[in-house]
């Protein structure tokens, strides 16, 4: 078990070896994550201003019986929307096992770390050589809590927390460039679309930036495969 006294050496003193840095790197996200957590649960339902109306309406997709016909208007069909579903993705089978608040609270928790870990990571994709990522952490916890938290747009919340993971994996190095990796950011571009599709542009208009950045042999084919990747979405 590591103790306190090896924690603090290590955060006063990264450059001290490899495995400082690691355990550093650790305890800093685990701290981060832990202090995002108690923060999501210290109340029993974040006033939004948005994040009611994803309740309400993952709860009449599920029980539309219980609402009755009478309050929608003449006409009116109930279809599973084609994007903005990053909040249902989660909450909706959640709500299926436990009670709505339950239900709410775990998913706020899920989308709130998958933030914090999605931009931490495509950071550390993104300046693979700047060995003190644990730095970045602390930053990136009212990152997690900004706007969008206490806005409640869950879905494109969703999205861009899942969006951080595609643009780090389609920054990672040239040579490890194949056409798994091609169809797996393919599929993801298509998921962050799913969920929210503005969200899927930004992270599109991302990969583009990303791609610029690269050496200008390979720019004209990148671009071409990145084409092919994004059509899906």
């Known amino acids: 078990m590591t103790s306190p006294r090896a924690v603090w050496l290590a955060l006063a003193d990264p450059e001290a070896s490899p495995r ?4 550093a790197g650790r305890t800093g996200l685990l701290l981060c994550a832990a202090v995002l957590v108690a923060v999501v649960l210290s109340v029993d339902l974040v006033p939004t201003h948005e994040g009611s109306r994803h309740i309400a309406a993952v709860w009449i997709q599920e029980h ?3 609402v009755g016909r009478s309050a929608f208007p003449v006409g009116f069909e109930l279809h599973d929307p084609l994007t903005s579903n990053g909040f249902a993705l989660l909450y909706r089978p959640l709500l299926r096992l436990t009670d709505w608040r339950t239900a709410y609270r775990v998913t706020v928790v899920g989308l709130v770390l998958s933030l914090f870990v999605g931009a931490w990571v495509l950071l550390r994709t993104l300046a693979p050589a700047h060995r003190q990522s644990w730095a970045w952490a602390p930053l990136l916890v009212p990152v997690a809590l900004g706007w969008l938290y206490h806005a409640g747009f869950w879905p494109f919340y969703a999205a861009t927390a ?3 993971f595609v643009v780090a994996a389609w920054a990672q190095p040239a040579h490890r460039a194949g056409v ?8 993801g571009l298509l998921l ?8 899927a542009v930004i992270a599109g208009l991302a990969m583009v930036a990303v791609t610029l950045g690269r050496p200008t042999s390979g720019q004209a084919r990148a671009l071409l495969v ?5 059509a899906p979405a």
Do not use: K
């Open 20 to 23: 400082a840095d690691r355990l």
């Open 64 to 66: 539309p019986e219980q």
């Open 162 to 164: 899942l969006g951080c």
């Open 180 to 187: 798994l990796r091609g169809v797996g950011v393919a599929l």
């Open 192 to 199: 962050v679309a799913f969920c929210h599709v503005a969200a």
């Open 226 to 230: 990145l084409a092919a990747v994004g």
